[in-house]
């Protein structure tokens, strides 16, 4: 078994979850701004996820001798370990259902605001918890300035977000048609497919004609609805994510003494194989039941169509992969160096917002105003990663 106990690869680690987290929303939201349905999208996404934490303990958590005090994935199966366990899960649980709540925020409220807002919600109520249950192992003098340049930049993406809406507003006004208009699906559409061919028929990105082409093609239809409810669905997004990085700090350092005298922590890969296996369970679950009774003004669809929907399927396989070793990462680099600083890991924001403008072609076209507010809240961004980073510790692992 192989365990991470310096702080540099821990910080390597903890990049490395930055790239993968930042990357894996846009590979969803791109397949669902064509039209597949999102619990297609999910379903794949799903499976994908849990093979990661599969893969991730049947090598580096098996292969090789355990340590003392760390047995290998194997041999904690059978341990009376369910007490961390269980938090492990709770913890799978609750990030399932915050990633399936923001499927459906995506659309009402941007991939970028919603991972800002998620992020900030994660990095302010989750890095504070995190420390204190690590028993301060973290630098507080660099974790503090982190955190507010976190709070600054919700607050910036905030304003961000209205100066962007209101420049798409008056480019759909030259179009002469009331943009909240009922856009009908395709026969295609109905039966969960999509087509990414006509991608390349779109109109220029950041025009009028994209916007609303974008509008008609996606599964779901969120033009005319209230902002208002799109916020407070994210808000709840943000709590459910931040229940998830103290309940694995908890699972795999038994800080509440549940465990009985003897029996080793639940190593971090034992951990996250039951953290992943609690979110697959409950996600396949919900959204086979959501093919038959789905919301948000998604078609309906069956298991037949989804096991005949290959249209997409890989980039929907591809992030789950890319979720799952951003989490499998996250959780390596924060046993060693602290949950706090991995806690870094929310700055993916700064990695999606690209992905944003490079995909959906997000903030083009857009006025001054939007783009020095752009410029600003990714620069805030980098200096949270780097504040972040600085603050991390390191764990004594015997």
């Known amino acids: 078994m192989y365990i991470v106990e ?20 846009p590979a969803m939201s791109f397949m669902e701004r064509r039209g597949r349905l999102p619990q297609h999208i999910y379903l794949d996404y799903s499976i994908a996820n849990f093979l990661v934490a599969v ?10 001798h355990g340590k003392v005090g760390m047995p290998n994935f194997f041999t904690q199966l059978s341990q009376d370990n369910w007490p961390s366990v269980l938090i492990a899960m709770a913890g799978g649980l609750a990030l399932s259902l915050g990633n399936m709540i923001c499927q459906y925020a995506w659309a009402f409220v941007g991939l970028s605001l919603v991972n800002i807002i998620v992020c900030c919600m994660i990095v302010v109520l989750g890095t504070t918890v995190n420390y204190f249950l690590d028993g301060r192992i973290n630098r507080a003098e660099f974790l503090s300035p982190g955190v507010a340049c976190f709070m600054v930049a919700v607050v910036l993406s905030s304003i961000l977000h209205s100066s962007n809406a209101q420049d798409k507003k008056e480019k759909l006004s030259s179009l002469g048609v009331d943009f909240t208009m009922r856009f009908f699906l395709s026969e295609e559409q109905k039966k969960g497919y999509c087509d990414e061919n006509t991608a390349s028929n779109l109109a220029k990105p950041g025009t009028a004609e994209f916007l609303a082409e974008i509008e008609k093609r996606r599964s779901i239809k969120a033009a005319g609805t209230s902002t208002t409810r799109g916020l407070a669905v994210v808000l709840f997004a943000g709590l459910c994510f931040f229940v998830f990085s103290p309940a694995f700090n908890l699972a795999t350092n038994d800080q509440w003494h549940l465990l009985k005298k003897g029996v080793p922590h639940l190593v971090v890969y034992t951990a996250f194989f039951y953290f992943y296996l609690s979110g697959f369970v409950i996600t396949v679950c919900v959204n ?19 096991l005949r929907d290959w249209n997409g399927r890989h980039w929907a396989l591809l992030s789950g992969l890319l979720c799952g070793f951003c989490n499998g990462f996250q959780f390596m680099g924060g046993q060693a160096a602290g ?4 806690d870094a890991v929310m700055a993916s924001p700064l990695i999606c917002t690209i992905w944003d403008i490079i995909l959906f072609g997000e903030y083009r076209r857009s006025s001054r105003k939007t783009y020095f507010l752009l410029t600003s809240m990714l620069t805030l961004f980098v200096v949270a990663i780097g504040v972040l980073l600085a603050s ?5 692992t015997a």
């Not at 490395?16 to 930042?22: D, E, K, Q, T, Y």
């Open 55 to 64: 893969l991730i303990a049947f090598t580096v958590g098996q292969i090789g």
């Open 392 to 396: 991390a510790g390191h764990r004594k």
């Open 6 to 25: 310096n702080k540099g690869g821990a910080i390597a680690l903890i990049l490395f979850a930055i790239l993968c987290g930042g990357s894996f929303a």
């Open 288 to 306: 086979i039941w959501l093919l038959y009774r789905p919301i948000a003004g998604v078609p309906a669809s069956t298991m037949e169509a989804y």
């Open 339 to 342: 949950f706090a600083t991995a």
